[in-house]
């Protein structure tokens, strides 16, 4: 049971690239969640899934994209990134029921955008 | 709105000595109350929540936190500080009528030997 997996580790891009976060959970969870975190900011988040085939913006969905490409998967996708969108970005989930309590983390993707 | 405020950037307690952690919280109705810590380089870790009852709640590694709904306030304790509890911890609220959970700015607890 490996919880919240999320790959890449680490990314570097210049700006104008494009580039997918990739995210699976194993939980059998209905919602999952992008975040970014800045420093002195918490956790922001980006998009979320309350179940496979919805998607909704959250706090900071500029420059973004989401899919939930099945009930494991949630992918981010920076189209044209930006030196803005350097951060450290995390996948989350929860469950059984749509709604349900804590959150799940991924051990994040860590950005940084020329 | 919903939002929460983690008044102190930083704490610092020797080991041995009880550990407090602030957070109080703005939201309408009755809230979800959660709190994580994140170790250097790592994801956040779920410690304890509050949704309902005894508002003394009890969570991983000798943590608890008292929700206060009058002062609006969840507070993270712990009655001995150890030096292995040294990370980042972050308070977050969530209106149970949607899914957003709001994050504070977080507070990094540094326990010295």
């Known amino acids: 049971n490996a919880g919240v997996t999320q790959t890449p580790k680490f990314q570097v891009l210049k700006t104008g690239q494009s580039m997918t976060l990739q995210c699976a959970q194993d939980?059998?969870?209905?919602?999952m969640y992008w975040y970014r975190q800045d420093p002195g900011m918490g956790l922001r988040l980006i998009y979320y899934?309350?179940?496979?085939?919805?998607?909704d913006k959250g706090e900071v969905p500029n420059g973004y994209n989401v899919s939930r490409l099945n009930k494991r998967e949630f992918s981010l996708r920076l189209e044209s990134a930006a030196p803005s969108q350097t951060s450290v970005y995390f996948c989350?989930?929860?469950?059984?029921?749509?709604?349900?309590?804590?959150?799940?983390f991924g051990p994040g993707t860590r950005l940084t955008v020329l | 709105a919903q939002s929460v405020a983690q008044p102190e950037d930083q704490v610092n307690v020797a080991e041995g000595n009880p550990l407090t952690v602030k957070c109080t919280y703005s939201?309408?109705?009755?809230?979800?109350l959660f709190w994580y810590v994140q170790y250097p380089n790592r994801g956040l870790q779920f410690l304890l929540k509050?949704?309902?009852?005894?508002?003394l709640v009890k969570g991983s590694y000798g943590f608890e936190a008292e929700f206060n709904k009058s002062q609006t306030s969840f507070h993270l304790k712990k009655p001995s500080a150890l030096v292995s509890d040294s990370a980042l911890y972050f308070c977050?609220?969530?209106?149970?009528?949607?899914?957003?959970?709001?994050f504070g700015a977080g507070t990094t607890v540094t326990v010295r030997a």
């Open positions: 989350a989930s929860s469950g059984p029921g749509q709604g349900s309590t804590e959150q799940f």
């Open positions: 977050a609220v969530r209106d149970p009528r949607n899914y957003k959970l709001s």
């Open positions: 509050y949704i309902t009852g005894d508002n």
């Open positions: 939980m059998n969870h209905n919602s």
């Open positions: 899934s309350a179940s496979e085939g919805t998607t």
């Open positions: 939201v309408s109705g009755n809230p979800y």
